[in-house]
C-alpha cells in the first residue's frame, strides 16, 4: 500500500516548499549582514535558531539600532507557535528519543504545513522529514550565499536593502491576514508601535506591540477558528482545496 | 561579545520552545486560548516589525523610501508574487526612490 519515495506526494510537496523555502535564505543573509552581524553571527542564527520568522524578527530589531536583548525578545516570543507546531507533529508521527530532538529543530511552519496537508500517515512522516531537513539544508547554504554576497555589497542603503526588509517583513506577515480579526489585530499592533516609537529605546516598541497581541490573544478575539495567525507563512498545497489534500500535482 | 551572548540565548530559546512541544502533556498547549495567543503574537509581532523598519530611525519617526518599499512590497503581495520576488521589489522600490532623490 505504501508508494516508493519517488512517487510519494508528501516527499514530493516537501521537496518542492524546500527549494522555494530555502532560496529565500538568501534575502536572510544578505539583510542579516546589512544589519550588522558577520557571517558566522548570520550562520550560527540559521543553524541553531532555524525559523525564518524568529530570524528575521532578530536582525530587525538590530537593523533598527535595539539592543540584542530586545531582539533576542522579539525572537523567542515569535518562536511561540513552534511550541504549538511540535504538539501537533507529536501527535502525528510520534517520535522517539534522539529523534524527537531533530524533529523539534525543523519544526517550522512549512514543515508542519506540509505534513498536516497529507492524510496518510506513512505521507504525513515523508512530508515533514523532507520539507524540515531539505529546507534546513538550503536555507543554510543559501543563508551563507546571501551573507557572503551582502558582505560585498557595501553600503545597504544603497542597494535598497533596508526596504527589503521592509518587504521581507511584509511579506511574512502577509499570508495570515486571512481574516478580518487579524488584520484588526495587525493594525492595532501597528498603531501601538507607532505611538510608542518615540517615547521607548528602538526594539521595546516592537515589545509593546507583543504586549498588545498577547493581551488580544488572552482577552478578546473569540472568533474565527482556533488558531488564526498559525497558518504557515508558505501554502505547500496552493492548487487543491481543503478536502481533498492527498493528491497535490 | 553581548551581541553573540544573545544569539546563543535565542537559539537556546528557540530550539526549546520548539522542543517543549514535544515534551508537555497535550492538554495544555491543546488550550485554546494557549493557541490563540500563539496566533495573535505572531500577527503582532511581524506587524510591528513592519512598521518599526518603515518609519522607525531610532527614536524617530521618519517617512522616506522605505515608505515606497512598504507600498511596492504589498502590490507585489496582491499579485501573488512569491516572497523572493516581493523582498527583491521592496529593495528596487527603495534603491530607485533614492536615485530619484528621496532620503
Known amino acids: 500500500m505504501s508508494t516508493s519515495l519517488r512517487q510519494s506526494p508528501g516527499a514530493r510537496v516537501g521537496l518542492s516548499i524546500a527549494v522555494a523555502t530555502g532560496l529565500y535564505g538568501v534575502s536572510f543573509g544578505a539583510l542579516s549582514v546589512a544589519s550588522g552581524l558577520t557571517v558566522w553571527q548570520t550562520q550560527a542564527l540559521s543553524l541553531l535558531l532555524f525559523s525564518g520568522g524568529s530570524q528575521f524578527a532578530f536582525i530587525g530589531v538590530i537593523a533598527g539600532g535595539g539592543t540584542p536583548v530586545a531582539a533576542a525578545s522579539a525572537a523567542a516570543l515569535l518562536g511561540i507557535r513552534n511550541a504549538v507546531y511540535g504538539m501537533q507533529i507529536n501527535v502525528l508521527l510520534q517520535p522517539r528519543g534522539w529523534w524527537r530532538l531533530a524533529a523539534a529543530q525543523v519544526t517550522i511552519d512549512e514543515s508542519l504545513a506540509t505534513s498536516t496537508g497529507q492524510t496518510d500517515p506513512l505521507e504525513q512522516r515523508r512530508g515533514f522529514w523532507v520539507a524540515g531537513v531539505g529546507i534546513f539544508v538550503l536555507w543554510n547554504l543559501f543563508t551563507l550565499v546571501g551573507s557572503l554576497a551582502g558582505d560585498a555589497l557595501g553600503d545597504p542603503k544603497r542597494w535598497g536593502l533596508d526596504g527589503a526588509a521592509v518587504a521581507a517583513f511584509l511579506a511574512l506577515l502577509w499570508p495570515r491576514l486571512r481574516s478580518r480579526d487579524a488584520g484588526a489585530i495587525a493594525a492595532a499592533c501597528a498603531l501601538a508601535t507607532i505611538l510608542a516609537i518615540p517615547f521607548v529605546p528602538p526594539g521595546v516598541p516592537i515589545l509593546v506591540a507583543a504586549v498588545v497581541a498577547a493581551a488580544v490573544g488572552w482577552f478578546g478575539y473569540r472568533a474565527g477558528p482556533d488558531g488564526e495567525g498559525l497558518e504557515p507563512d508558505i501554502d505547500p498545497y496552493p492548487d487543491t482545496v481543503q478536502t481533498d489534500r492527498t493528491d497535490p500535482s | ?103
Open chain 2, 1 to 103: 561579545m553581548t551581541l553573540w551572548f544573545w544569539i546563543v540565548v535565542a537559539c537556546v530559546v528557540g530550539f526549546l520552545t520548539k522542543l517543549l512541544g514535544y515534551l508537555v502533556p497535550k492538554k495544555w498547549l491543546a488550550n485554546p486560548r494557549v493557541a490563540r495567543i500563539a496566533g495573535t503574537l505572531t500577527i503582532g509581532l511581524l506587524a510591528s516589525l513592519t512598521v518599526a523598519n518603515s518609519v522607525a530611525t531610532g527614536q524617530q519617526l521618519v517617512l522616506d523610501a522605505r515608505l515606497g518599499a512598504l507600498v511596492a512590497a504589498a502590490v507585489a503581495l496582491w499579485l501573488k508574487a512569491p516572497f523572493l520576488v516581493v523582498v527583491i521589489v521592496g529593495a528596487a522600490a527603495a534603491a530607485g526612490l533614492r536615485l530619484l532623490g528621496l532620503p
